[in-house]
């Protein structure tokens, strides 16, 4: 079959090859792969600036399709489901975080796409306790985006504990940034998404989802802004989705005293300027969310279900496996906002 391989570490290294199809057995259910997202360490991995990837390894963990064959100890998926499936592939099962299906806090955490082949193929297998039978009203299109949905689910509904009424704040307008936002208008929050004159595009897509303001940093002033809508409080909760070192410290002078700010996005550096002196006096809580754990992925697909979040409106591209590098390429430059490669052929609409 088709994949498209990560055959060694540094730069690239990064092609389509012939492979042999997963097999099953045991309670492994083999997937075809349909729609299948490029996410921001799939960038990373081509650039070789992924540590965690172990080559030879299929790229692609966000994706969605349809069940082909299953193990003989498969008890409730069958030949012909819908379904996504979650990243995770293998844990220890025995650490206090798999105990509490934290998988992804667990030290021995194998992944699609990272330790264990992944989405960027023809077919993917997992365990069937991963993988998630789609809902009626949510679409395969939809489904490849539960992934990065269910870290924003997880970065905000379970790090933090987004409320009605609550003002927050996201800088940086990209996939993952618009999908934080639609979790928290789900949940009645309201919701001002920053960025600069070159998220222009993003900025389209933004105004699609119903967000209370958008706010472009160049243009306007962000601090005046949030002192309107809060009285000069602050916002409630600030979720940080661009990765970027002056945004977080922004953040520290925004936010409210005793407010959040959550960590979504991922810096260049470990080792970065943080501003204490503001962090301290205004008794800021400051916490990082890792990827996502199976009750996120369950929010996730029940939001999509109920019409209250709609991820497929962050793709601004689709392409083939054989074009990878033109949306690699497109992904990286910032020229679309998500790009999602169709692997195979779909009736949906």
């Given at each position: 079959?088709?994949?498209?391989?990560?055959?060694?570490k540094?730069?690239?290294n990064?092609?389509?090859?012939?492979?042999?199809?997963?097999?099953?057995?045991?309670?492994?259910?083999?997937?075809?792969?349909?729609?299948?997202?490029?996410?921001?360490?799939?960038?990373?991995?081509?650039?070789?600036?992924?540590?965690?990837n172990?080559?030879?390894?299929?790229?692609?963990h966000?994706?969605?399709?349809?069940?082909?064959?299953?193990g003989?100890?498969?008890?409730?998926?069958?030949?012909?489901?819908r379904?996504?499936?979650e990243?995770?592939?293998?844990?220890?099962?025995?650490?206090?975080?798999?105990?509490?299906?934290?998988?992804?806090?667990c030290?021995?955490?194998?992944?699609?796409?990272?330790?264990?082949?992944g989405g960027?193929?023809?077919?993917?297998?997992?365990?069937?306790?991963r993988i998630?039978?789609?809902?009626?009203?949510v679409?395969?299109?939809?489904?490849?985006?539960?992934e990065p949905?269910a870290?924003c689910?997880?970065?905000?509904?379970?790090?933090?504990q987004?409320?009605?009424?609550?003002?927050?704040?996201i800088?940086?307008?990209?996939?993952?940034?618009?999908?934080?936002?639609m979790?928290?208008?789900?949940?009645g929050?309201?919701?001002?998404?920053?960025g600069?004159?070159?998220?222009?595009?993003?900025?389209?897509?933004?105004?699609?989802?119903?967000?209370?303001?958008?706010?472009?940093?160049?243009?306007e002033d962000l601090?005046t802004?949030?002192?309107e809508?809060?009285?000069?409080?602050?916002?409630?909760?600030?979720?940080?989705?661009?990765?970027?070192i002056?945004?977080?410290?922004?953040?520290?002078?925004?936010?409210?005293?005793?407010?959040?700010?959550?960590?979504?996005?991922?810096?260049?550096?470990?080792?970065?300027e943080?501003?204490v002196g503001?962090f301290?006096?205004?008794?800021?809580?400051?916490?990082?969310?890792r990827?996502?754990?199976p009750?996120?992925?369950?929010?996730?697909?029940q939001l999509?279900a109920e019409?209250l979040?709609?991820?497929e409106?962050?793709?601004?591209?689709?392409t083939?496996?054989?074009?990878?590098e033109e949306?690699f390429?497109?992904?990286?430059?910032?020229?679309?906002?998500?790009v999602?490669i169709q692997v195979?052929?779909?009736d949906?609409?």
């Amino acid at each position: 079959m088709k994949a498209l391989v990560k055959y060694a570490k540094g730069p690239g290294n990064l092609e389509i090859r012939e492979v042999e199809e997963p097999k099953v057995s045991g309670d492994l259910v083999k997937i075809r792969v349909v729609y299948a997202g490029i996410c921001g360490s799939d960038l990373h991995t081509w650039a070789g600036e992924y540590a965690s990837n172990k080559p030879p390894v299929t790229l692609g963990h966000e994706f969605s399709g349809i069940v082909e064959e299953v193990g003989p100890d498969v008890k409730e998926l069958k030949v012909g489901d819908r379904v996504t499936s979650e990243t995770t592939f293998k844990t220890c099962g025995k650490c206090i975080y798999c105990k509490n299906e934290e998988y992804n806090l667990c030290s021995s955490r194998q992944g699609l796409g990272t330790q264990a082949d992944g989405g960027f193929a023809e077919y993917v297998i997992n365990h069937e306790a991963r993988i998630h039978k789609l809902p009626e009203k949510v679409s395969l299109l939809q489904a490849s985006l539960t992934e990065p949905l269910a870290c924003c689910v997880h970065g905000a509904m379970e790090t933090s504990q987004v409320k009605p009424g609550e003002t927050v704040l996201i800088f940086g307008p990209g996939a993952m940034g618009l999908l934080t936002g639609m979790v928290c208008k789900s949940q009645g929050a309201k919701v001002v998404i920053a960025g600069l004159t070159k998220d222009e595009k993003r900025f389209e897509v933004a105004r699609t989802l119903g967000f209370d303001r958008i706010v472009d940093q160049m243009k306007e002033d962000l601090g005046t802004v949030m002192n309107e809508m809060t009285d000069g409080i602050g916002p409630d909760k600030i979720y940080e989705c661009s990765g970027a070192i002056p945004a977080l410290n922004r953040s520290f002078e925004l936010i409210r005293k005793k407010g959040e700010v959550v960590q979504i996005g991922v810096f260049a550096k470990d080792i970065n300027e943080v501003n204490v002196g503001i962090f301290f006096p205004k008794e800021i809580h400051y916490m990082g969310t890792r990827t996502q754990k199976p009750s996120a992925w369950r929010t996730s697909l029940q939001l999509m279900a109920e019409g209250l979040v709609h991820p497929e409106k962050v793709v601004t591209m689709i392409t083939d496996l054989d074009n990878w590098e033109e949306g690699f390429t497109k992904s990286k430059n910032a020229e679309e906002v998500k790009v999602v490669i169709q692997v195979s052929d779909t009736d949906e609409k």
